[in-house]
């Protein structure tokens, strides 16, 4: 199968593309987000990389008439787990989290918490295609990004959040300008995860009181997720101030063990060698 028919995008105007792939069927299914600036583009996430995510942005001309004159392409991780990073080997720029830069450049599918199905693709990229060989495959990141860092597109700038709680090096990009948060699995309209690997219930509690923080001071206005659809600050306070409420509980605490328990050793049984 080729890249042009294994991904679809949607333009949404202002040099954003929201990109998927269309035979990946499943909750874990990633959103993929192209930002071009007057001097540097983005792909934010970037799937399982079954299928060349470059390939498929310049053959349907997503990067204008003349991309020559830019940097080459910046591939960010919004967190290392399998269904945002795996296609990051494709990209000769790549950005990631300080605390999950190992994790990549080993090639340890443990912490990229791969977890594949047949079933969930629902149809094979290549013959004889099998879900149990799928793994991350090892990158070297360029851009080592910490809180603060800002990314300067040229006419726009992403300032990068560190959001932990889902994964320790979590992150959101802000384009403050715009008001527009790229959230990566910080959060997003659905059941937030907080049970696996490098987890931690405390550091999202604190993730999403930032997050309600930026809905009160008025400095965002539409929220671009790793998952599902777009919401606005509105649904932002809601999903975050409901995560906090409820996180301490003690039904909540002990799902979340067992759940991380399950993980666990699930993962482990999947990936008994951290690299590929």
Known sequence: MSAADWYAHKSLGDGLFWIQERFYQSDNRANIWLLRGSHQDVVIDTGLGLRSLPDYIDAKGLLGKDPQRKNPLLAIATHAHFDHSGGLHQFQQVGVHSLEVDALANGDNFETVTWLSDREIVEAPSPGWRARHYKVKAVQPTHILQEGDVINLGDRQLTVLHMP????????????????LFSGD?????????????????????????????????QVDQVLPGHYNTFGAKRLNRIASTYISRAGTCPAKVSTFAWRTLAGVALRACNPRSAC
């Open 165 to 180: 709680g889902h994964s320790r090096g979590s992150i959101c990009l802000h384009d403050r300008d715009n008001k527009l």
């Open 186 to 218: 910080v959060v997003y309209d659905g059941a937030m995860i907080d049970w696996l690997p490098y987890s931690r219930v405390s550091d999202y509690i604190s993730s999403c009181e930032r997050l309600v923080g930026l809905v009160d001071s008025e």
